[in-house]
């Protein structure tokens, strides 16, 4: 095998306390058990839903295929983004990820730097991202003791379309009346700094070993470039906005020699080959195109809105 064709990963429902039972209009899903709040697209238990590749999860396919799907690199690595959509229905506790310094001193491979971009915002929503300008260490761990933290937040008024970035280190949170495209570092390091008085573990030693008082965290704006708009470009990953229409620019199509995910924002595409099956990819699915894949063509039938989505060249 020298080429692996693209694929369609199948959603993975994720139970949380501060989710909903009804996903619809975003997923035709319901569920009269725990809430649902996270929908995650990457994670390595996510399955191919097309092609030779169908049932297999996505961590059977990097361990067996990793050169082809992901590129040149070294071996062991896993797939690079973990990709989800948040349905946050009640506020989520304060949080805080450690960088990569941090976390490999732990023995973690990584840290956990991401970005959230507003699939949908409700009038007034926001999220709390960094601690608001010149609060000091000693005042958020008196603030976490008299249940106060709030106060301290930079809370940051988000609308659709917004793009923020979260850098690791940065004290954030997530509110209702937001749906959120995430793309992180694969990595599930999260410390709880607070959690509004409730009785959920809280793990502040290292919580507050990975906070930093100021970050390059906050709103980047959108980049056009060439009939598409760069939304974000950082160290881990880099998020473009496509619009597709019957003529699609070529340059969505070049090879990149590592792994790219189309996320369906609007419409529906079809991703097709010489000698790969046809397949649809609707909204809010993503389509995996590995590194080594054969020249492949993408179509619709009406206008589509991708967002491409990368890994740090490496």
């Known amino acids: 095998m020298d080429t ?7 959603p993975y429902f994720r139970t949380r306390p501060w ?12 569920t009269d058990g725990e809430p649902i709040g996270e929908v995650w697209l990457t994670g390595e238990m996510c399955t191919a839903d097309t092609g030779p590749l169908r049932g297999m999860s996505l961590a059977e ?13 070294p071996e062991g690595r896993a797939f690079p983004l973990l990709i989800k959509l948040l349905f946050p229905k009640d506020k989520l506790s304060v949080q805080v990820h450690p960088d990569d310094s941090l976390a490999q001193s732990y023995g973690e491979p990584r840290g956990k730097t991401e970005c959230w971009y507003a699939l949908d915002a409700q009038p007034g929503a926001s999220v709390a991202l960094g601690l608001r300008p010149g609060v000091t260490r000693e005042q958020v761990s008196l603030a976490v003791e008299n249940h106060s933290l709030e106060s301290l937040l930079n809370m940051l008024p988000v609308h659709k379309d917004d793009m923020i970035f979260v850098e690791a280190g940065t004290v954030h949170a997530m509110g209702p009346g ?27 030693e290292k919580a507050f070993a990975a906070l930093h008082l100021r970050t390059r965290a906050g709103k980047v704006a959108p980049q056009p470039i060439d009939g598409h708009s760069v939304l974000i470009s ?23 020699l590592r792994v790219q995910m189309l996320f369906v924002k609007e419409g529906c595409i079809r991703i097709s080959g010489r000698t790969l099956e046809p397949f649809l ?6 389509a995996i ?9 993408l179509s619709t039938e009406g206008p589509a809105e991708l967002i491409r989505i990368l890994p740090a060249e490496s």
Do not use: K
């Open 178 to 204: 937001v749906v959120i495209l995430e793309t992180q570092q694969t990595s599930d390091l999260t410390y709880r700094l607070y959690d509004y008085g409730s009785s959920r573990e809280l793990h502040l």
């Open 19 to 30: 989710g909903f039972h009804d996903l619809r209009p975003w997923y035709d899903y319901q």
């Open 61 to 73: 396919i990097t361990r067996l295929h990793r050169t082809f799907l992901l590129g040149p690199g």
């Open 281 to 286: 990819v609707e909204r809010n699915q993503i």
């Open 4 to 10: 692996l064709a693209p694929f369609r990963l199948a």
């Open 289 to 297: 195109i590995p590194a080594a894949a054969e020249q492949w063509t």
């Open 234 to 256: 950082e160290r881990y990953f880099r998020l473009e906005r496509w619009p597709v229409r019957a003529s699609l620019a070529p340059a969505l199509l070049n090879p990149v």
